[in-house]
């Protein structure tokens, strides 16, 4: 790639960015997840601008609803896959820059290696599953990620993972820890969207990409900005470490793998009640509990108490054992444990009192009873 024409001319008179900026920007590399609303604007601008490789996620094809707001297609796409459609205008736009396509649906399974390979990741999915599993799997690989979403008026901005003035790197779950309850927030084709808001939302992505990357301006680590199409009233909020959530994430890339992110959107751990190791050992002594080891088999250390296994990935359909009113889970770092209570609730609602063990079995160890 050269920096040595006309096509960047404006950035190379900017004061602060100039031939240096250009650099940093072709030597990058991009992954933008959702090709959509918001996708469209941040690729056609960090194509334009120069970003050296973005990469392009998205399983879709172009519908005629999509038309109204996802500005990189049109009527004679319909039918066609979004990466594709979008890697030729891009390319058309920018022949000097990388664009690799993956016309395939994120998954646990897969995220890991698509992330690792590239400087930073920008989110543009709308859905609650995705941005956790973005999130989590940024978290484990230490890539900053650009965050926006859109619903019916108005849009949010934000940059996570990416150390600020506290030295700590704050990520999506420090805004919201866990997922809302699939009833509470419905997406946009229930409550629709203004076309041009993923436009502005998009740009701001981009534009955060692009200070990011040359290192100008201030990025808005730490910081969520509500924007609102209606008023242009524009707010921003301080997002804090009060709270840790680093039990909610994966603790590896194995166990990233074994996540499923769908199934724990689907439900939620509100109202779940966190056993420490003392209480644990308490309630399950004095109380008639059903004792749950939702570990896979084989896993160590061994549990030294009566108990039942029911792996959580067969936990769905081992629902019929569970008889007993009261149900305490545990697991290895009570990750799994957690997301299981949160499926026995959805099933049981409140005829059961469900608990698990914070921390997991590990936590265990260093109790002297």
């Known amino acids: 790639m050269t920096t040595d024409n006309e096509r960047y001319a404006r950035h190379y008179s900017l004061r602060d960015f100039g031939v240096e900026g250009q650099k940093k920007l072709l030597e990058a590399r991009v992954l933008v997840i959702g090709a959509g609303g918001l996708g469209c604007p941040v690729l056609q601008y960090l194509a334009a601008a120069g970003t050296g490789t973005l990469g392009i996620i998205d399983h879709d094809a172009v519908s005629l609803s999509n038309l109204q707001r996802q500005t990189l297609y049109t009527t004679d796409d319909i039918g066609f896959l979004k990466v594709e459609c979008a890697a030729e205008r891009l390319r058309k736009l920018n022949p000097e820059i990388s664009i690799i396509t993956y016309p395939v649906e994120l998954t646990s399974g897969n995220a890991w290696e698509m992330i690792a390979g590239y400087d930073m990741v920008v989110d543009c999915t709308d859905n609650f599953s995705s941005r956790y599993l973005i999130n989590d799997a940024c978290v484990l690989l230490d890539k900053p990620l650009i965050f926006g979403a859109v619903y019916r008026y108005e849009g949010q901005v934000a940059v996570f993972n990416v150390t600020g003035d506290s030295s700590s790197k704050l990520n999506y779950r420090h805004l919201f820890p866990e997922p809302p309850a699939p009833d509470e927030i419905p997406d946009c084709n229930e409550a629709g969207v203004l076309g041009v808001l993923p436009g502005m939302i998009g740009m701001m992505q981009a534009n955060e990409v692009i200070k990011l990357i040359t290192g100008i301006g201030k990025v808005l680590r730490g910081k969520l900005m509500t924007f609102s199409m209606l008023t242009y009233d524009s707010f921003t909020v301080d997002i804090t470490d009060e709270k840790p959530v680093s039990h909610l994430i994966p603790e590896d890339r194995q166990e990233l793998k074994k996540t499923d992110y769908s199934l724990i959107c689907s439900f939620s751990t509100h109202g779940i009640e966190e056993l420490d190791p003392a209480e644990f050992y308490k309630r399950i002594s004095e109380e008639k ?79 002297s009873l």
Do not use: W, Y
Not at 308 to 326: C, D, M
Not at 348 to 363: T, V
């Open 289 to 367: 509990s059903l004792i749950i080891d939702v570990r896979e088999e084989g896993e160590s250390p061994a549990a030294d108490f009566p108990h039942q296994s029911v792996p959580l990935s067969r936990l769905t359909e081992s629902l019929s054992k569970f008889n007993q009113e009261n149900i305490i889970l545990f697991c290895q770092s009570g990750k799994r444990s957690l997301k299981a209570a949160g499926i026995l609730m959805h099933h049981f609602g409140p005829e059961k009192k469900i608990s698990h063990l914070r921390n997991g079995i590990q936590a265990l160890q260093n109790i």
